[in-house]
């Protein structure tokens, strides 16, 4: 008996994991959050909790989908509970959640302790991964240990080797431009952006795995040199927060950020030069299906221009109207037969 009842023991565990795998409607979640339904799977895990409120995988789905659907304070207890009381998948996934939930309502120390507890864990490639992109991109690493924070309205500037009067003058700068571009979208974020101003561009690469100047719009959080235009990242942040589900295209979504980078950088002449370069000509249809198949020297010139001719002739209404889904499909039911319209003339000056 002494030695049966241990394994007796782990056999009941792994039928409880079974039944609890093969059960209807924690499938039924999964399924709905894979799909992105947030708020459909909110409603349903509610009302499954009821009937079975210890229920792990229920709990684990309900808060990461509160998170995903911008409730982070409801997130919290529940994501909580599973981390404290589960020892499988679900603890890692939930205290990663646990983490960004904690961020994004600017507590850093539970964040970041809770983040790496997910790191530690170690128990699944894509919990590990997501906590540990989370850590690295919200700041914790060693490495942003010694940069001086600068706190403005909107922003919490975080700068790398940077002095006071140079620090000031860049959090003014992207103050004003925040002002600015928000006056025409009018977006509401969650949070203050986290502004991580890199000076060194190895630097950069070495932490990140990528080169600055991107931007996280479900996190507030940007990373870019210092030299990057004022605008371009914290556009991403305010037209990444206008609504809950977007389809994003590079035409559009980049397209914006570059009509509305605070720049003077003369785009017509920068697009030419390019098509004259490589006897190329423009096809806005294709670019807009096919954008990674473009080099960036092109498409995002190119794209500030026909956001800014859109702009131009549909107007402020029916633009805001158009960017949650920015598919061609949908420019046609925006903006209606004048789309090709617009698409030919803006063809017309560079082919």
Not at 22 to 40: A, D, H, M, R, V
Not at 52 to 65: I, K, S
Not at 114 to 135: F, G
Request: charged share 25%; glycine share 4%.
């Amino acid at each position: 008996m002494i030695k049966t009842r241990p394994v007796l023991l782990f056999l009941l565990t792994l039928i409880a994991v079974a039944v609890q795998a093969q059960n209807p409607k924690s499938e039924e979640l999964s399924k709905l959050y894979n799909t992105g339904e947030f708020e459909k799977t909110i409603e349903k895990a509610r009302e499954y909790l009821t009937d079975d409120p210890q229920n792990m995988d229920y709990t684990a789905v309900l808060g990461r989908a509160l998170v995903d659907n911008g409730q982070f304070a409801e997130a919290i207890e529940l994501l909580k509970y599973v981390a404290e009381n589960d020892n499988s998948w679900r603890k890692a996934w939930s205290a990663g959640y646990l983490g960004t939930a904690y961020f994004m309502l600017s507590d850093v120390e539970n964040a970041k302790a809770a983040l790496q507890i997910a790191t530690q864990l170690n128990i699944t490639q894509n919990a590990t991964k997501y906590a540990t992109s989370n850590w690295l991109i919200f700041g914790f690493h060693p490495f942003f240990a010694d940069w001086q924070t600068w706190e403005t309205v909107h922003f919490r500037f975080h700068f790398q080797n940077m002095e006071s009067a140079e620090m000031e003058r860049f959090a003014k700068s992207r103050e004003n431009a925040f002002e600015t571009i928000n006056r025409f979208f009018g977006s509401v974020l969650p949070k203050k952006i986290d502004f991580f101003v890199w000076k060194s561009k190895e630097d950069a690469l070495k932490i990140l795995k990528t080169e600055s100047g991107f931007a996280q719009p479900q996190y507030g959080v940007i990373h870019a040199n210092y030299r990057q235009t004022r605008g371009h990242e914290i556009t991403h942040i305010i037209t990444g927060n206008l609504g809950k589900r977007q389809i994003k295209t590079g035409l559009i979504n980049e397209g914006t950020a570059v009509c509305f980078d605070q720049s003077n950088n003369n785009r017509e002449e920068m697009v030419k030069t390019w098509l004259k370069a490589n006897n190329a000509k423009v096809d806005i249809k294709d670019i807009w299906a096919n954008w990674q198949k473009y080099p960036q020297e092109l498409t995002y010139p190119l794209s500030g221009l026909f956001v800014e001719a859109l702009l131009s002739r549909f107007g402020k209404e029916k633009f805001l109207a158009f960017i949650d889904n920015q598919t061609y499909e949908n420019a046609i039911k925006v903006f209606g037969s004048e789309t090709d319209k617009i698409i030919q003339e803006f063809e017309n000056r560079f082919n």
